[in-house]
């Protein structure tokens, strides 16, 4: 029986979760609980009855739980015995039965690639996928399309426990913003960055900037979503192969003018990595750090190709990690584990869905469970996996919430932190039985298991129900639109292959 890593230690969990229904909250060895409330406290929401799994620095679990919201934070949690005396809510949700966890971030997403979900084109194209065929399909979406995308993927994400995303760089930002405005999710947008071709061919002409321009239209995009409560801009350097030495440079000087992140590709293909040791003779963690721009604000997608001092290069210099479990064992082994025992900011992400055509967080914590398990355990003769599946789960809420630099707001459900939460049933027939709610998590659940979804405060999906988003609405807009995107994906692709 595995054992609790905090302050509970010596007991079981199935001993721990008794000693919760007993005494509750308030008993358990470092759970912060507010101030003493007075009955009749008046709050914006009220969620009466889950068993709430916190994902707090002690793993605090409540059974038969509350949690109360006012305005966009949670300001009590207890047991729900306590909570109907103790405030009065504009709204409750009664969710007995269910489980309370905190949302997941998706780490690393490219909302303009929504619309490759289902597409099944063969092009045999030689290079990296993303140059060969990615870029073209982005290449031919217009503004509306850009927009379409982010709602279909935004509002997937919510359908799945996904309450946050960082978005990999793509066309048309403001639209992507527009978008997770309306639909009520979190995110962090940001540009589609190139400034030279590098190797291998052209790009196509609207993915190409000059050095200045770039650095002109990722600060502006900066600054036009800075005031924004849930949805912010971050700077983007798409690929070392597309980029020049002195964009990566004067990028992270302005990242550290705005304050902000850098999200950007790297060691996701042993092209970089030939690439860089081609031109620089590093290999591309050495050459980031070579040339000065190495550091927190750098968020590295994929991080594929890393020899065991690389991953001390990252740790020293505190770059966080999209670790997209989904694709990247296509390319090889993934030294995750390694990252998360030297504190490393991990989080996971789905890369959008021409990966596998799931936006679904808990189902990329379960691949990237079995891909640790290969690595780590399998190849020792070890039957026991180095990271649990319910461990796998927090990465993806603290580690996710890390990575964004949200951890002290995010990540985790605790008095003071933004009302970012889950709801899960667990009562589903591929569930049954599920009396331990943090294994439950972990190992059966899936993204139609999420019953609603609260972000900043507000119910965005009640009972599998947008309160945001005339889904029906959206779908025959995009129903509309799709043919001629796909037309025009078609036609890039021609162009870009000389045909």
Sequence with gaps: MENLQDGTAGLTRREFLAATMMTGAAA????????????????????????????????????????AVKGNAIVWIGKASEARSLFTAKDTIN??????????????????????????RTTHRKGPSWKKILIPFESGL??????????????????????????????????????ADEVGIRGRISLNTCDMDGDGGPLPKSH??????????????????????????????????????????????????????IHTHLSEGTYEVDYTLENYNLRPPEYFESIGIFNKRMHCAH?????????????????????????????????????????????????????????????????????????????????????????????????????????DKTGSLEVGKLADIV????????????????????????GHHVRSTIVNGKVVMKDREFKTVDTEKMRAEVKERYPGIISRYEKAILLTSGG
């Design 95 to 120: 969710a007995a039965g269910q489980i309370a966890m905190p949302g997941m971030t998706d780490t690393h997403y490219h909302t303009a690639q929504q619309f490759l979900r289902g597409v099944h």
């Design 423 to 446: 709801l899960v049933g667990h009562d589903d027939y591929d569930q049954f039985t599920s009396m331990d709610p943090v294994v439950t998590l972990g190992q059966n659940v899936v």
């Design 303 to 407: 991080s594929i190709f890393l020899t065991p001092p690389e991953v001390d290069v990252y740790a020293k210099h505190d770059a966080s990690v999209a670790h997209c479990a989904f694709g990247n064992y296509n390319g090889g082994p993934q030294r995750m584990f390694e990252m998360v025992r030297q504190n490393i900011r991990v989080g996971l992400g789905t890369d959008g869905p021409n990966q596998r055509g799931t936006l679904d967080l808990f189902q990329v914590c379960h691949y990237a469970v079995l891909g640790q398990q290969i690595g780590y355990a399998t190849a020792w003769h070890s039957a026991v996996a180095p990271i649990t599946y319910s461990q796998m789960v927090r990465q993806a809420c603290r580690g996710g919430a890390a990575a964004a630099h949200l951890g």
């Design 208 to 261: 190409i900037m000059t050095t200045s321009q770039a650095l002109k239209e990722n600060e502006a995009l900066v600054k036009r979503w800075k005031s924004h409560d849930r949805v912010n801009a971050w700077l983007s350097l798409r690929q070392i192969l597309v980029n020049t030495e002195e964009l990566r440079i004067n990028m992270s000087k302005l990242a550290d003018e705005l304050d902000v992140a």
């Design 142 to 179: 217009e503004p509306v399309d850009i927009y379409h995308s982010g709602m279909v993927g935004y509002t997937s994400m919510i359908s799945a426990g996904t309450t946050c995303f960082l978005e990999a760089g793509g066309p048309h930002p403001d639209e992507m913003g527009r978008a």
């Design 28 to 67: 358990l060895p470092g759970f912060a609980v507010a101030q003493a409330l007075a009955p009749g406290t008046a709050i914006d929401l009220l969620i009466v009855g889950p068993d709430v799994v916190t994902f707090d620095d002690k793993d605090t679990v409540v059974m038969d739980g509350a949690i």
